[in-house]
């Protein structure tokens, strides 16, 4: 299985700061036949499903604040929320859909400062 | 809009079977992974398998003993059955569309107990 890291489990920033969560691969997500990183970031609230804010590691999905990225490639990806909002606190995970089992990481916290 | 829709029985005894339905709307299942995907309270999100809109399924090893998947194409239904269940199999259960594209249930919460 491949296993997704993490890092931090959990942060805290302060309202309009810029927060960056990474996720670890244990082997390569980047499929080389079209180029494209099977990565996803969801976002959940308390009581909600996960939704989706980023897929193929760095594009946003319809309707997604544009304050959200995804950048990296292979093993090592970041999310950036480059301007924090209150409706940002959440858990944040990232996905990779490049092989079975889909794997998600343990999630990161997300707090106001 | 496509949505999905989960339904069954909230509480299930130990060494029953779960069972959930998935119920697919404003779209076809055609062509497509359908997958289910579990959230113990307070944990993280663990991939329990997905099948193809032919009926190719593909499970999580962890699980692949105790798991079926089925669909419905006429139903627009897939669904899950889960054997012999512990209290560890305490979870939000979701289905979800595989792949790009934010195509989640609500999620239900199945709770194992006498």
């Known amino acids: 299985d491949i296993v997704m890291t993490q890092s931090p489990d959990s942060l805290a920033v302060s309202l309009g700061e810029r927060a960056t969560i990474n996720c670890k691969s244990s082997q390569s997500v980047l499929y080389s036949s079209d180029n494209k990183n099977y990565l996803a970031w969801y976002q959940q609230k308390p009581g909600q499903p996960p939704k989706m804010l980023i897929y193929w590691a760095s594009t946003r999905e319809s309707g997604v604040p544009d304050r959200f990225s995804g950048s990296g490639s292979g093993t090592d990806f970041t999310l950036t929320i480059s301007s924090l909002q209150a409706e940002d606190v959440a858990v944040y995970y990232c996905q990779q859909y490049y092989t079975t089992p889909r794997t998600f990481g343990q999630g990161t916290k997300v707090e106001i400062k | 809009q496509l949505q999905l829709q989960e339904s069954g029985p909230g509480l299930v005894k130990p060494s029953e079977t779960l069972s959930l339905t998935c119920t697919v709307s404003?779209?076809?299942?055609?062509?497509?992974?359908w997958s289910w995907i579990r959230q113990p309270p307070g944990k993280a999100l663990e991939w329990i398998g997905f099948?193809?809109?032919?009926?190719?399924?593909t499970y999580n090893p962890s699980l692949k003993s105790r798991v079926t998947i089925s669909l419905d194409t006429s139903k627009n239904q897939f669904s899950l059955k889960l054997s012999s269940v512990t209290a560890a199999d305490t979870a939000v259960y979701y289905c979800a569309r595989d792949g790009n594209g934010d195509y989640w249930g609500q999620g239900t919460l199945v709770t194992v107990s006498s």
């Open positions: 099948i193809y809109s032919s009926g190719t399924t």
């Open positions: 404003g779209g076809s299942i055609s062509n497509y992974y």
